[in-house]
């Protein structure tokens, strides 16, 4: 997949079938899209482009951070998993933002990427203040000789499959299960191991720190939680293990600043400096205040167990990806 970044990479193709959104976590909503734009690329002998923002648009129109579900990286990674040709990048700017609609498909995607057909999801708007709607597009696709198709919304367990609702899932509730679901996939977040007080090993369990790699993702609600942890060496995944995250304060001993850190099971050696990316499995339960030591140490050893149940007996494994 060719991935461009700004209006100057853009490479222009008349065969070109395309689709515009943030794409934040590439759900089950965002890769019915994205199969369907394929299909048709395919179908008609052209090439498939998704575009894409970066920072995300929310951000930059009102004035505030938005927590991120993927990083632009980790949005193109999953956007190639299905097979798109090719994956661009626009940064969103004030100046962007004041760009109408009928502009924006004039001069981006018609005269800079070149369209033939455009797919977009059932809510889809664009365009400054959001004007631009599939109604509009069908409008200007009689004009320019471009065909629209809208795709449905996918639900899931009753729910409108969303990036909204499945960071709510994660921030707020810690439902890591349901949030998969809705992200075919579970969810996952990177970072690097620094030095920590070292007080999980004097108890017997011994936890890597974690300084999560990009400042907008979204940290899964406070509390306990079985993960997968793959050893990360120049961006391609290495070693996996089994492990157990506390997210939280840790409030037995006094409290503080808000910790990510995950014991290793089964596994002793010295990770710290090394990136690691996080896979969520299992919320086990919420982070609360024990009244001894001892205590901390038996729910611990129960938490522990209960890992070792969900992801599995035997030794850690090794992949390639």
Same mark, same amino acid.
């Not at 700004?6 to 759900?27: C, M, N, R, W």
């Not at 899932?169 to 977040?189: C, D, I, Q, W």
């Not at 808000?258 to 919420?286: K, M, N, P, Q, S």
């Given at each position: 997949m060719k991935r461009q970044f700004g209006l100057?990479? !853009?490479?222009?193709?008349?065969?070109?079938?395309?689709?515009?959104? $943030?794409?934040?976590?590439?759900?089950?909503?965002?890769?019915? !899209?994205l199969k369907y734009l394929a299909a048709r690329a395919d179908a008609r002998g052209g090439s498939s482009v998704v575009l894409s923002f970066d920072p995300h648009p929310r951000e930059v129109v009102h004035n505030t951070p938005v927590p991120l579900l993927t $990083?632009?990286?980790? =949005?193109?990674d999953a956007v190639e998993r299905i097979g798109i040709d090719r994956f661009v990048t626009l940064p969103f700017t004030e100046a962007f933002s004041k760009l109408d609609a009928v502009a924006f498909v004039e001069d981006v995607l018609i005269e800079r990427i070149g369209l033939r057909e455009i797919v977009i999801g059932y809510?889809?708007?664009?365009? =400054?203040?959001?004007?631009?709607?599939? #109604?509009l597009l069908k409008e200007l696709g009689t004009r320019y000789g471009f065909t629209v198709d809208v795709i449905p919304p996918q639900v899931v367990e009753e729910h409108v499959v969303s990036s909204t609702e499945i960071r709510a899932l994660l921030s707020e509730k810690g439902n890591v299960t349901l949030a998969a679901e809705m992200l075919g996939r579970p969810y996952s977040l990177h970072g690097t191991v620094v030095r920590g007080d070292g007080?999980?090993?004097?108890?017997?369990?011994? $936890?890597?720190?974690?300084?999560i790699n990009h400042p907008r993702k979204v940290v899964p609600a406070t509390g306990v939680y079985a993960v997968r942890v793959?050893? &990360?060496?120049?961006?391609?995944?290495?070693?996996?293990?089994?492990? &157990?995250?506390? !997210?939280?304060? =840790?409030?037995?001993?006094?409290?503080?600043?808000? $910790?990510?850190?995950?014991?290793?099971?089964?596994?002793? #050696?010295?990770?710290?400096?090394?990136?690691?990316?996080? #896979?969520?499995v299992r919320h086990l339960r919420e982070e609360r205040r024990f009244e001894s030591k001892d205590e901390l140490v038996e729910q611990l050893s129960r938490? =522990?167990?209960?890992? !070792?149940?969900?992801?599995? #007996?035997g030794s850690p494994q090794s992949s390639e990806g």
């Amino acid at each position: 997949m060719k991935r461009q970044f700004g209006l100057e990479q !853009i490479h222009h193709d008349p065969t070109s079938v395309v689709t515009v959104g $943030t794409f934040d976590g590439v759900h089950v909503g965002h890769q019915a !899209i994205l199969k369907y734009l394929a299909a048709r690329a395919d179908a008609r002998g052209g090439s498939s482009v998704v575009l894409s923002f970066d920072p995300h648009p929310r951000e930059v129109v009102h004035n505030t951070p938005v927590p991120l579900l993927t $990083t632009i990286d980790e =949005r193109a990674d999953a956007v190639e998993r299905i097979g798109i040709d090719r994956f661009v990048t626009l940064p969103f700017t004030e100046a962007f933002s004041k760009l109408d609609a009928v502009a924006f498909v004039e001069d981006v995607l018609i005269e800079r990427i070149g369209l033939r057909e455009i797919v977009i999801g059932y809510d889809h708007a664009f365009g =400054r203040d959001r004007q631009g709607n599939a #109604e509009l597009l069908k409008e200007l696709g009689t004009r320019y000789g471009f065909t629209v198709d809208v795709i449905p919304p996918q639900v899931v367990e009753e729910h409108v499959v969303s990036s909204t609702e499945i960071r709510a899932l994660l921030s707020e509730k810690g439902n890591v299960t349901l949030a998969a679901e809705m992200l075919g996939r579970p969810y996952s977040l990177h970072g690097t191991v620094v030095r920590g007080d070292g007080r999980g090993r004097k108890i017997g369990f011994p $936890t890597a720190n974690i300084a999560i790699n990009h400042p907008r993702k979204v940290v899964p609600a406070t509390g306990v939680y079985a993960v997968r942890v793959q050893r &990360m060496t120049g961006g391609k995944a290495g070693r996996q293990l089994n492990g &157990m995250m506390n !997210i939280g304060y =840790r409030p037995t001993f006094g409290g503080g600043e808000h $910790t990510v850190e995950v014991h290793l099971l089964d596994f002793d #050696e010295d990770v710290y400096g090394e990136d690691l990316r996080i #896979e969520f499995v299992r919320h086990l339960r919420e982070e609360r205040r024990f009244e001894s030591k001892d205590e901390l140490v038996e729910q611990l050893s129960r938490d =522990r167990s209960r890992c !070792i149940h969900l992801l599995g #007996e035997g030794s850690p494994q090794s992949s390639e990806g």
